[in-house]
């Protein structure tokens, strides 16, 4: 007759687990390399000085013959494109995704008629839907450089969003390229010319099936205190006091929206628009007889920031190339340790109510 006593803990404690370990490895220490690969993993794992036999043997050695095929591609993992259920956080819209500051040589077509060969920075990105993991980003690139060894304007711009909405299957889109514009620029006097550089950016925006050309440029010109100049002659004037206006290096940011189908808004064009509005633009190459006319130039053109502003707004409103457009005026100060600002926007497309934190910073020139 047995007896089975009720309510025992059959849970194996720590010396019963110790046993069963201890049992597990000397086991394994005679069995055979088979019996091992046939062990659970978890089992396995437990013994892990002892190679089981299905482990493969993985070469250490570079392949440099081996070149995938169409079934070889087929195979490879896409995590990118991988369902729904890979989504991580929100399922939510993002408005741009894509890649920024892969850099390439580009050609770009002279008012003059001739090419010349910049380093150029390119963003490129894409809307991702709700539903979708994300992107191959590397298709962006290759979009791009199937264009790249032609001169770039607009047109060729808009081949390239093209391609690369039709291979990622968005439905918004977004180009922008950034490089430094060289123009030989003549002196005020003596003759002599030498190479501004002007910090330029092309945009080409898809939204909701509209398409905008964009232009930014970044100016660079000095600026007289009207005030200071005033009161540094009421001083001569009044008390023989020899006095000198303050007058600063100072940048504005234009940003335009192209508006022309058959004619070309030139680099040139947008940049002798500035020197219209504002002339003080820095110099190149100066003498004794460029300094004293710069001086004589910007006695004869003090501009607070408020000023300057609508000066490019007078200008740009009167070409008809231009549709939207926005200022942004920093004076860096040589009085104050801050800096004097102002943002001057017509049309929609420039419109926020909300600054970039970073943005009146971002228009420091530096030499």
């Known amino acids: ?63 440099h013959d081996f070149r995938p095929d169409e079934a070889y591609r087929a195979t490879l993992p896409d995590l990118q494109n991988g369902p729904t259920s890979l989504i991580r956080g929100a399922r939510q819209q993002i408005q741009h995704v894509g890649i920024s500051n892969f850099r390439l040589p580009i050609r770009f077509h002279r008012k003059d008629g001739k090419d010349l060969t910049l380093e150029t920075s390119v963003t490129g990105t894409v809307s991702l839907e709700a539903g979708k993991k994300g992107i191959n980003m590397s298709r962006i690139m290759r979009s791009f450089y199937k264009h790249a060894e032609r001169t770039f304007s607009f047109e060729v711009i808009e081949a390239a969003l093209d391609d690369y909405m039709t291979d990622l299957d968005s439905f918004d889109a977004r180009i922008q390229m950034r490089f ?93 628009l500035c020197r219209r509005a504002v002339p003080t633009e820095t110099q190149v190459m100066v003498k004794r007889e460029d300094e004293q006319a710069f001086a004589e130039l910007n006695a004869a053109n003090p501009i607070f920031v408020e000023d300057a502003a609508r000066l490019f707004c007078e200008q740009l409103q009167a070409d008809h190339h231009i549709g939207d457009f926005r200022v942004v005026a920093s004076h860096q100060e040589s009085l104050h340790s801050h800096d004097a600002v102002s943002i001057l926007t017509q049309g929609e497309t420039f419109a926020a109510d909300s600054l970039d934190p970073r943005l009146f910073a971002s228009l420091f020139h530096v030499g």
């Open 1 to 63: 007759m047995n007896l089975h006593a009720g309510g025992l803990d059959d849970t194996p404690d720590r010396d019963a687990a110790q046993a069963a370990l201890d049992t597990l490895r000397a086991w394994a220490a005679s069995a055979s390399p088979a019996e091992i690969a046939q062990l659970d993993p978890a089992v396995a794992r437990l013994v892990p000085d002892l190679v089981p036999l299905n482990y493969p043997a993985l070469s250490r050695d570079y392949p």
């Open 180 to 272: 430094s514009y060289p123009d030989r620029i003549e002196s005020l006097r003596s003759g002599l010319t030498g190479y501004q550089y002007y910090d330029i950016a092309l945009e080409l925006v898809e939204k909701g099936g509209v398409r905008q050309k964009i232009m930014h440029l970044d100016y660079v010109y000095s600026s007289t205190c009207p005030c200071s100049l005033e009161l540094s002659e009421h001083a001569r004037a009044q008390r023989g006091q020899l006095a000198t206006p303050h007058s600063q290096r100072s940048v504005a940011r234009i940003s335009v929206q192209v508006n022309c189908d058959t004619d070309c808004l030139w680099f040139e064009d947008l940049i002798a």
